[in-house]
């Protein structure tokens, strides 16, 4: 590395109390692994820079030159190296990032902003039900450092958040706050309530069988992928997929829609499907059961 890059890094690392080389920007980031350190930082409400690598080859190899670390995303606080996205997430569950970028980050924690929510009707009116049963206190939402959602029936803390929407008030605690983002609390038949947070790193989702066909009769906006070889798909298929193809799999991480992903039974469809979210894809879902599952909500589909 020249001279002139490494005091360019050097400033960069010096000037900044918490600063994050990445793949892209804190508002588009352009790889999963940097998006989740992103996501992460966000819920600790504290500044930070953001440096795009992307934006020139030399700073992209000199900066794991200069850390000795070999891969991008980077995060620095107080001057000195903390690692990658997979150390990041570990301090991160274990606590010991929020009082490393509160002490070393020398920067001031801001107050989360109040999350929008959106509940659907079905998911009000079985929540309505069970607060009478419950006595009435405010319906709590608690978001975990991995992303864990709870619904309690709770009174007030101090330090709450209060959202109102739908005429019923949530309440979340400061770390719950800065975890929601946008959120929406579904209610489905058989499996019980979805809260999803518009911060969440993206992750594989699941899809039961009957919810698929459900969605498949109204949104044509679904790519359905088949990751099975061309003699299974000859066996039974469900109509409107897509085959498995290096094409098809770029094709899903460059652009945005839903996903749902299957196989026999769904081991193989999870396996992709990871590997999907891995390269910075999103709204990926797996089909749960496969399309052995999926037979028994449409009789149509034989069984193999």
Request: charge should be negative; include cysteine.
């Given at each position: 590395m020249n001279e002139t890059l490494r005091a360019q890094i050097d400033e960069l690392v010096t000037k900044h109390p918490i600063v994050l080389f990445m793949k892209g920007s804190r508002q588009f980031p352009q790889c999963g692994f940097s998006a989740t350190v992103v996501q992460i930082l966000d819920t600790h409400g504290v500044k930070y820079e953001t440096v795009n690598v992307l934006s020139s080859p030399d700073l992209r190899e000199g900066i794991k030159e200069y850390s000795s670390w070999p891969t991008?995303?980077?995060?620095?606080?107080?001057?000195?190296?903390?690692?990658?996205?997979?150390?990041?997430?570990?301090?991160?569950?274990?606590?010991?990032?929020?009082?490393?970028?509160?002490?070393?980050?020398?920067?001031?924690?801001?107050?989360?902003?109040?999350?929008?929510?959106?509940?659907?009707?079905?998911?009000?009116?079985?929540?309505?039900?069970?607060?009478?049963?419950?006595?009435?206190?405010?319906?709590?939402?608690?978001?975990?450092?991995?992303?864990?959602?709870?619904?309690?029936?709770?009174?007030?803390?101090?330090?709450?958040?209060?959202?109102?929407?739908?005429?019923?008030?949530?309440?979340?605690?400061?770390?719950?706050?800065?975890?929601?983002?946008?959120?929406?609390?579904?209610?489905?038949?058989?499996?019980?309530?979805?809260?999803?947070?518009?911060?969440?790193?993206?992750?594989?989702?699941?899809?039961?069988?009957?919810?698929?066909?459900?969605l498949l009769a109204g949104d044509a906006s679904i790519l359905l992928l088949d990751v099975r070889p061309e003699a299974e798909r000859a066996l039974a298929s469900i109509p409107g997929h897509t085959p498995l193809s290096p094409a098809i799999l770029e094709e899903i991480v460059e652009k945005a829609g839903k996903v749902v992903v299957y196989c026999h039974h769904g081991s193989r469809s999870m396996s992709v499907a990871q590997q999907l979210v891995l390269q910075g894809a999103k709204d990926i879902y797996n089909l749960v059961g496969g399309i052995d599952a999926y037979s028994e909500v449409d009789p149509s589909i034989p069984r193999y």
């Open positions: 991008i995303p980077q995060l620095y606080v107080g001057g000195k190296f903390v690692g990658g996205c997979d150390i990041v997430r570990e301090l991160h569950s274990s606590g010991e990032l929020a009082a490393l970028v509160g002490a070393g980050g020398g920067a001031a924690r801001a107050e989360p902003a109040a999350p929008k929510v959106t509940i659907s009707k079905d998911a009000l009116d079985a929540v309505l039900a069970a607060q009478s049963d419950a006595g009435g206190d405010p319906l709590r939402v608690a978001i975990g450092p991995r992303w864990e959602y709870d619904l309690v029936f709770d009174a007030k803390q101090e330090g709450d958040v209060v959202v109102e929407s739908e005429g019923l008030t949530i309440l979340f605690d400061r770390e719950s706050a800065a975890r929601a983002g946008e959120l929406t609390i579904e209610f489905l038949a058989g499996q019980g309530f979805r809260v999803e947070s518009s911060k969440a790193p993206a992750r594989v989702r699941s899809m039961g069988a009957l919810e698929l066909k459900e």
